[in-house]
């Protein structure tokens, strides 16, 4: 297809400059003609590397939305921005790309599919494990009904100790909260996916923070700073659906537990089980025995050839710019990232009041 999207960055911290601007930058289709940012020496180096020659640079995102020949706009801010430069950006006639998690509050992510059907752009949100090899394996698995009922399942996020010390992570007001919203999200977002069941009846949270204030904390990129640690260090929730489906989600940025995995899921069905514990395990029961499968997700066994597959981000960019060029369905849709916050906000309540927190929708 000889059509060219050209893209505006906005945002250009490390989620732009590691995960969005390399994979864009590796397709044929694509340019990158803008880049903004508050601090504006972090958008030229961006627009050095990764822009056309002709690129601009920015410090107000609404200068560069008024740029026309724009198609597309990839909103990597901080989560207390995502809402309303994605509604600005789908108003002024983009289609919009924004990092996880939605947004902040469940409130700012309805408005953003609001505003996705009012302007009839697209919007998607940038759940990327969703495109890797094990994940889109197991999910053809349960499309085609070989776990049967998934009537139990498990969210995986749990570190260690790999507190994100650098940006806003920390920061209570610019990202709504810690190691739930930023790791927890991405497990319960495959968790969902894979049940394919978006209708939750009834949450229960369990917020913490018990290690924030500790020194000497062995953490993977280095002591934070209690004195900055506004968020939780672990949070937990129990979810029940609608048909009465169950969900345990886990996440913690810190933690005393040597069962670490992060962006994984469980389920357990009528006909068969998965997990992503040791690589991506199907078990069940044939031929009146017990069976673990393990799927050979690469292509290897050829001579100078590994198969290894496209990186997730890779993935991603490519199918929702096809999406964009052959006006097709996104994977990742808005109204499911709704849901996703809609969860994790009501663990954050729950946690809060003491009380569950109830659907009616």
Known sequence: MDRVLKIGIIGCGGIATQKHMPALSKLKNVELVAFCDIIEER??????????????????????????TIEVIHVCTPNRSHSFISIDAMEAGKHVMCEKPMAKTSEEALAMVEAAKRTGKKLTIGYQNRYREDSMYLKRACEDDALGEVYYAKAHALRRRAVPTWG????????????LIDIGTHALDLTLWMMNNYEPELVVGSVFKKLGNQTETANAWGDWDPAEYTVEDSAFGFIKMKNGATIVLESSWALNTLDVGEAQTSLCGTKAGADMKDGLRING???DKQYIEKPGLGAGGVDFYDGKALEPQDVEAKMWIDAILNDTDVLVKPEEALVVTQILE????????????????
């Open 285 to 287: 029961v044939k031929y």
């Open 168 to 179: 806003v992570f920390l920061n209570e007001e610019e990202q709504g909260g810690g190691p």
């Open 43 to 68: 958008a030229q180096k961006a627009c050095k590397n990764f822009g056309t020659a002709e690129a601009k640079v920015y410090t107000d995102y609404k200068e560069l939305l008024k740029d026309e």
């Open 346 to 361: 009501a663990i954050y309540e729950s946690a809060k009041t003491g009380k569950p927190v109830l659907f009616n929708v």
